[in-house]
């Protein structure tokens, strides 16, 4: 099926085209989601966009209450979601793949606990807004969606250091699309965004990806830029601590 960028976005007074896209495409996700509940694992595809960004994305869905990380062919490469999947009911990637002037793919992988069904859609939907956010954004640093005035991508040699440890969460191309994303869903699910940032990194301190001392660097970083970035940001006491340093 051929879905229209029309398809989300309807007569409002909100000028981000960009944020409307997002938020109408995550609930037509999880509209989804609801409908194919029953199933063991379905695919979403043919959703092919021109604007505000022209990309095809694809969603790959499986429901196992049974979830091993360390056995799943797509998820042992990421064993800090098995802390989400106990958590929250669901295990998620996202990946965008961007090859010079072809049209771009952004590609969803989840993974949903059946038993924490439909309880789980509630935080799922603002994670999905976020993963959305996030994606999009990196479609606007290279390629046919470049944005001019946003940040250039790193190269390869750089993100695969980077990913070794904590620096990959400081890349400046990161952490635009992680912010810009975490600020979508901390708007969305009215919560103070320093509180998403720890929702998103305390998986990572569980798996000892990142120190503690790392998670304290990651999030000062963080904060900094979205009070620049995003001055209605809504922060908590402790986030207040560091903003009060600036």
């Keep these: ?37 029953k199933l063991e694992s379905f695919s979403l595809s043919g959703m092919d966009f021109t604007e505000p960004y022209q990309f095809k994305l694809i969603v790959d869905v499986r429901h196992n209450a049974e979830f091993n990380i360390k056995t799943d062919e797509h998820f042992k490469q990421l064993p800090w979601e098995k802390f989400n999947f106990k958590r929250d009911g669901y295990a998620v990637d996202a990946n965008t793949t961007v090859k010079g002037e072809e049209t771009p793919e952004i590609e ?27 994606e999009t954004n990196h479609l606007s640093q290279l390629g046919i969606n470049k944005d001019p005035t946003g940040e250039d991508v790193s190269d390869k040699d750089t993100r695969e250091e980077a990913k070794a440890g904590h620096k990959y969460f400081l890349l400046k191309d990161e952490v635009q699309s992680m912010v810009e994303g975490m600020y979508a869903r901390s708007k969305h699910d009215d919560v103070p965004l320093d509180y998403v940032f720890n929702d998103y990194l305390i998986a990572f ?31 908590s006491d402790k986030a207040n601590k560091v903003l009060n340093k600036l």
């Design 1 to 37: 099926m051929l879905l229209s960028y029309r398809e989300f976005i309807y007569e409002n007074d909100d000028s981000d085209v960009e944020s409307d896209f997002n938020r109408k495409l995550a609930e037509k996700l999880i509209s989804e989601l609801r409908r194919n509940s």
């Design 108 to 134: 969803i992988v989840l993974v949903l606990d059946p038993t924490k069904e439909p309880h789980l859609y509630s935080k799922l939907h603002g994670r999905l807004l976020d993963i959305l956010t996030h």
């Design 205 to 235: 301190v569980k798996d000892k990806y990142i120190t503690k001392e790392e998670y304290a660097d990651i999030m000062e970083t963080w904060v900094k830029y979205a009070a620049e970035h995003y001055p209605d940001s809504k922060f």
